[in-house]
Every structure is written in C-alpha cells, then in structure tokens.
C-alpha cells in the first residue's frame, strides 16, 4: 500500500493464491487520488510501473469477491488492513497475525517474516525477523523497511496460506 492524498494505507497491488500457492490474482491498482509516496522501499512498485494502469479499486475488488466464493476461507497476515483497503468483507477469514502469538507478549503481533522463519524455515524479504509490539507496529516505520527488501505479495500470500496448510 501506498501514501496517497486520500490514505496512508492506499491499495496499489493485489495477489490472491489458492491453497498450493499458485497465484489466482495479481494485479496493480491505480489510486483515485494522488500518489504521495509510493514507500517503493517496502512495496517495489514504483511511479513508472503505474503508468498506464487503468484498474480500479472496485474493479479488482470485485475480481478478488468473485474468486471468495461462500464457504472459500480467506487466509492471510493482518488481513483488516487488506479487507478495508479493498472495501471488503468476508467469512470464514484465517489471520495468521492473529492465530500466532509470543509467549509471555500479550501485545505483541508477530510478523510474516518471523512466523516464516520460525515455522516453516523460510527467510522472507532477505531480513532478520523482528518482534513487534502493536505500538512499535504503527511506528517501526523506516529503520526496518530500509533494512528489508520490498515485499512480494505473491510471496507473502502463499507463505500465509503455507502457515495455516
């Protein structure tokens, strides 16, 4: 997501997988509003790679609602803020930010890239996983994203889906 004149939480991109991790679904959105910062550093899209993309939010909305069929479990990590970005709602939802938890660390929600490490052996993004409390979450902000590379929501979506299989 990037930082627009409407939101700091802008959909740009969308990937959905099925439950072997095959991709369904990828796609980039163009905002209504202006693009103020395309966090390039945590996203990899950059300006020229939105030229010429004409889809919508509703459009890839109704594109991802299609692929939700009743009874289709929605997996993901912190999939309020993918839900609200798209203007959805659905259940039966898996949120592996919130099917995991640290032991002793109420208010800590793990990361993707943690939970990766830790359960499946896998390193996400080139990082070290970091634990973060949801405080720290909202403010982790530049140190870690300049220490990490972009995300690939591919990526993210089928390692997800693999946490919960």
């Known amino acids: 997501m990037c930082v627009s004149a409407d939101s700091d939480k802008e959909l740009i991109q969308v990937a959905v997988v099925d439950q072997e991790g095959k991709t369904l679904l990828k796609e980039l959105v163009k905002p209504k509003s202006q693009i103020l910062d395309y966090r390039t550093n945590l996203t990899g899209i950059t300006a020229e790679q939105l030229e010429g993309v004409t889809t919508r939010r ?9 692929l939700l069929q009743p009874g289709t479990v929605l997996v993901g990590h912190s999939l309020h803020y993918d839900l609200e970005a798209l203007k959805l709602d659905h259940q039966p939802a898996i949120d592996t930010a919130m099917l995991f938890s640290y032991q002793h660390l109420a208010n800590a929600t793990p990361s993707l890239t943690h939970l990766a490490q ?4 896998k390193t996400l993004r080139g990082a070290a996983p970091q634990i973060h409390t949801l405080d720290q979450q909202q403010q982790c902000g530049q140190q870690q994203q300049q220490q990490q590379q972009p995300h690939d929501s591919v990526e993210d979506a089928s390692t997800a889906m693999a946490l919960v299989m």
């Open 118 to 121: 830790q359960l499946l052996g």
């Open 58 to 66: 509703k459009q890839v909305a109704a594109k991802v609602q299609d």
